[in-house]
């Protein structure tokens, strides 16, 4: 099958931004600058356009951009108080004030940066409690407790020690991997009105594991109405705590097919992406892996549980030569099902280079690789990154998807070790002048607000009724890798004009249907102006 | 030029065989352990000298592909299988590693080796994985099947078919054969794991659970009874592979196996804590506590936070009875891992031999307040608790003896031990 065509195209150049994401590595191979490059997406002035911050694990290597008119990124780290360093981050309103606020994880103690509502932050770690210890990788803002404060759930990597060292391909020095060390059991911060976080993870029973944790999503899995959690695991099996409503979590990962692959291997789990890929109106998971690994997709049967159908979605092959990082569901050609994109690089010298300089730097010339760019065709996913500029070789990592221009597709940011950001706009819609390629698809961006607590509900259930029958998206961030971004739910329309209605279960468990709406628009469903179920 | 182009170029340069004098494939050796690179020097002497030999081709790929120079080893196994067209060993060792990238690329692979050698099973398998992998369900199944055929042993095999019910909810068929592939290979944790779904989407997910609880203390282990496969790992000359084969040779009860090829590792890079310290638990398990306890000694000097060692040596010094080392050992193991209720046993056994009653109590405290769930460990801190209340007695502390008995007490009981009674009795009587 001819693989079809989706155009991007990099507009970092003309972005403003020139930075140079720092991993720090050197000659001892120290193991956070091979796993680094974090990302947050995010409107943090409140002028409705999406803003960068670049999270580096060298010191000082942090950067925050400012999106201006016209699609002009500026710098301006030091006067939002955004310096630093770190690993990944969760964006979202901890104080319910009604902006964003950032959590910063790092090889240290965490960071808690709380906005001003106009873009400036203030360091407030100590007073909210967050000197989480060791290696923090990805975090997710949940209410599991619905006291309408969103929680934060940090997986933990692994007790890195900087004086190991590795080697392979003949004893040739080389970065450890995580078998090389103890795992570290996540950390599950509970919020205290907006005023501050108590570490409550041993009450919540997820100290019982301590696995080298990377990426974490949290989602209502099963449609029980309790918010569960799933942390991929870098070589220890994947866990998936399932809520038992009480602030108590089980990790019921093995049972529920989704710990293990088809093979019953743990994989190198890096990071997810989640939405209902089979269009199923349930939450399917993406887990992206190491070379020789594939990524692995496991389909959600609602059993409840899950089954790997990484073959059945020929999504096996264009991933085992290559090292996945940062994925995302989302419909790139606005079509209605969810497509797939992988930010790539690997953690160990391939066994075949893919370039001897070029764009990389010397030292990381044996690890670059391609990203992809997966479309979905009725279930199966074809690669569609023949073309530029899935094409360039980098070491990417966090990779989110997100309608920079406002113009209704998803664009995507990957970030880069050692390399330039990508910004990859979207040609799917306006594709520019002369161009005969546009793509009449028409979508929705959908928000769910719930204005009690000056917030996007985050974790609310949205499904909507479509000409082509139901839809289920999710006010959730996009999960990825060490990553943050919008909870706006954008979906694919193809050819329809509008839809018939939109039925919301909110986190706390009320449902309320909403009227239809046009295509082409940013629709706010508001709780509580809804007609309840 | 694109870069998957470029991959699929790099791959085939590395597959393609010229005509008339082949190249040898070098890797890049910068860096790269001397053993390892004289052997491959040697390697490639002989077959300069030899190049129309095809098996001196597969001799060098199997030394490319044991030290993970996987392009030159594929080419190498390419170049021995054209001069060698009548040996299986050569496409078979190429098709297993081509399919590391590509199932589909390894299917014809595997079969112009299987049409060489149809009996041997673990090529039926490898294909059948192959297959399984590429979507061909149908064609995996008869494979598998074959593969039980000529080895009826054959836990891979056995599990192929259990995944391929599964997945065609077949949970009863899944179970079945699942549970055949554990019974022939318990140490495999993969197995157990997907044995434990199949009984869950059974509908029996007790059983399930059960399994899955035990398979926690599985590692990674995936042993085939492959010898020609395992020949090529046997090679490895970097420390790395030394401990790796050593842990393969322990997993089978092989000490003296496991020792031989540590104290080799060891000659390569004598600077590795880890082989030290396999070495160190290699020869206790071989009855060998003095040199067990050298070894240890080693791997400690050499990183004093690997895991496992500080509670490993300060065991054996206090089994060779130098009691005041042992306490140091034991107090830094529990600096590294406050958690360990082993360490928190040891330091009140020795606190107690020396009368430091207060440190006694104190850890025995936090050993109680860790509830362990290890039957020997918390059989041992109930005898502990037991003792130090005796002692308390002696000392005319009823109610301080009476607050250990309790402890033990709570223990017993909490794991239905049939000591609980006895100690309700003493209890009462301490009381009285």
């Known amino acids: 099958m001819a693989a079809p065509v989706v155009r991007f195209v990099d507009v970092t150049a003309e972005s403003g931004i020139d930075y140079i994401l720092p991993s720090g590595t050197d000659s001892t191979y120290p193991m956070p600058a091979v796993m680094g490059g ?91 409690n967050v000197a989480v210890p060791g290696w923090s990788s990805s975090a997710a803002l949940l209410d599991y407790d619905r006291d309408g404060y969103l929680d934060v759930y940090i997986a933990r990597y692994v007790a890195f020690d900087a004086a190991r060292v590795c080697s392979q391909h003949g004893g040739r020095r080389d970065f450890c991997g995580p078998t090389e060390f103890e795992g570290l059991s996540d950390v599950l911060l509970h919020n205290l009105g907006g005023t501050g976080f108590e570490d409550v993870s041993a009450a919540a029973g997820i100290t019982a594991v301590d696995d080298a944790g990377l990426g974490v999503v949290a989602a209502d899995f099963d449609h029980d109405g309790e918010v569960d959690i799933y942390v991929a695991n870098d070589a220890d099996p994947n866990n998936l705590w399932i809520h038992q409503g009480s602030g108590r979590f089980l990790d019921d990962g093995v049972l529920q097919g989704s710990a293990f692959n088809r093979w019953g291997n743990s994989e190198a789990g890096m990071g997810i992406a989640v939405g209902d890929a089979d269009l199923d109106q349930d939450l399917d998971l993406f887990v992206t892996h190491l070379i020789t690994e594939t990524n692995t997709y496991y389909r959600n049967l609602m059993l409840p549980g899950f089954e790997d159908a990484t073959i059945d979605t020929e999504l096996g092959a264009a991933s085992l030569d290559l090292t996945g990082f940062g994925t995302a569901f989302f419909d790139a050609d606005n079509d209605g099902d969810l497509d797939l994109a992988v930010a790539n690089g690997a953690v160990k010298r391939r066994p075949s280079a893919l370039a001897t300089t070029g764009d990389a730097t010397a030292f990381w010339s044996d690890y670059v690789e391609p990203n992809l ?76 607000f719930d204005s009690r607590l000056r917030r996007v509900a985050i974790g609310a259930r949205i499904t909507v009724q479509t000409p082509e029958g139901a839809r289920l998206v999710h006010a959730l961030p996009p999960g990825s890798y060490l990553s943050g971004g919008p909870a706006t739910a954008h979906l694919g329309l193809g050819a329809s004009g509008g839809v018939q209605g939109f039925e919301v279960v909110w986190p706390d468990g009320l449902a309320e249907r909403f009227p239809g709406a046009a295509a082409n628009q940013v629709v706010q469903l508001i709780r509580g102006e809804g007609q309840s179920q | 030029m694109t870069a998957r182009p470029l991959a699929v170029l790099l791959f085939a340069a590395a597959t393609v065989v010229p005509t008339g004098a082949q190249q040898v494939p070098t890797p890049q050796l910068d860096g790269a352990e001397p053993a390892v690179r004289q052997r ?32 030159e080893a594929i080419a190498a196994y390419r170049q021995a299988h054209q001069l060698s067209p009548r040996s299986f060993r050569w496409p078979y060792l190429l098709a297993a590693l081509v399919d590391e990238r590509s199932a589909a690329d390894s299917l014809p692979l595997y079969r112009a080796a299987l049409a060489l050698d149809p009996d041997y099973a673990p090529a039926r398998v490898r294909l059948a994985e192959a297959f399984e992998r590429t979507g061909q369900f149908d064609a995996a199944n008869q494979e598998y099947a074959q593969a039980v055929r000529l080895d009826p042993d054959n836990a891979h095999a056995h599990a192929g078919l259990g995944r391929l019910a599964l997945a065609a909810a077949d949970a009863d068929a899944a179970v079945r054969h699942l549970s055949r592939a554990r019974e022939l290979a318990a140490e495999n944790r993969s197995f157990a794991v997907t044995l434990a779904q199949a009984y869950a989407r059974a509908g029996n997910r007790e059983r399930g659970q059960r399994i899955a609880d035990a398979a926690r203390s ?35 009860g092989e000490l003296d196996l496991a020792r031989r090829e540590l104290r080799a590792g060891i000659d390569v890079d004598a600077s590795r804590p880890e082989l030290h310290f396999a070495l160190a638990e290699v020869l206790a398990a071989a009855g060998d506590p003095a040199g067990s306890l050298a070894a240890a000694r080693r791997a400690y000097e050499l990183h004093p936070e690997l895991e496992g060692v500080a509670p490993f040596l300060a065991r054996a010094l206090f089994q060779t009875g130098d009691l005041s080392g042992a306490l140091d050992l034991a107090e830094e193991a529990l600096r590294l891992n406050a958690g360990d209720v082993s360490m928190m046993l040891l330091v009140a056994l020795v606190s107690a031999e020396r009368g430091d009653v207060v440190r006694t109590v104190e850890v025995l405290d936090r050993a109680y307040e860790a509830r362990p769930q290890d039957p020997s460990t918390r059989e041992g801190l109930i005898q502990l608790l037991t003792n130090l209340g005796e002692a308390m007695v002696g000392s005319g502390l009823p109610d301080a003896a009476a607050g250990q008995f309790r402890k033990a007490l709570d223990l017993a009981e909490e794991a239905e031990s049939p000591e609980a009674a006895g100690l309700r009795r003493r209890l009462a009587q301490i009381r009285r």
């Open chain 1, 38 to 128: 974090g990302l947050a997406v995010f409107d943090a002035d409140g002028d409705a356009d999406l803003d960068l911050y670049i999270i580096a694990p060298a010191p000082g290597g942090n950067r925050f951009y400012l999106q201006q008119e016209g699609g002009v990124f500026t710098n301006a780290t030091a006067a939002a108080g955004l310096e630093g360093d770190g690993m990944g981050c969760a964006v979202g309103d901890l104080d319910n004030d009604g902006d964003l606020d950032l959590y910063l994880t790092r090889v240290g103690p965490d960071r808690l940066f709380v906005n001003d509502g106009k873009g400036v932050f203030a360091d407030r770690s100590e007073a909210w």
């Open chain 1, 373 to 448: 760019l997966l479309l979905n065709e009725e279930g199966r996913f074809v690669d569609a990154s023949a073309l530029a500029p899935w094409t360039q070789l980098s070491l990417s990592r966090a990779l989110v998807p997100a309608d920079l221009d406002r113009d209704g597709d998803l664009d995507l940011v990957i970030a880069n070790l050692d390399g330039p950001l990508q910004l990859l706009r979207n040609l799917t819609i306006d594709p520019g002048a002369g161009d005969t390629n546009a793509n009449t698809s028409n979508w929705l961006q959908i928000r769910a």
């Open chain 2, 40 to 71: 491959l020097a040697s390697l490639q002497a002989d077959l300069r000298a030899n190049s129309a030999n095809g098996d001196a081709w597969g001799r060098y790929g199997m030394a490319l592909e044991a030290h993970t120079f996987t392009d």
């Open chain 2, 218 to 252: 599985l590692g990674r282990i995936n042993y085939r009874n492959d010898p020609i496969r395992s020949s090529v790992h046997d090679l490895a000359l970097d420390a790395r592979s030394y401990l790796r084969r050593a842990n393969a040779h322990r997993v089978h």
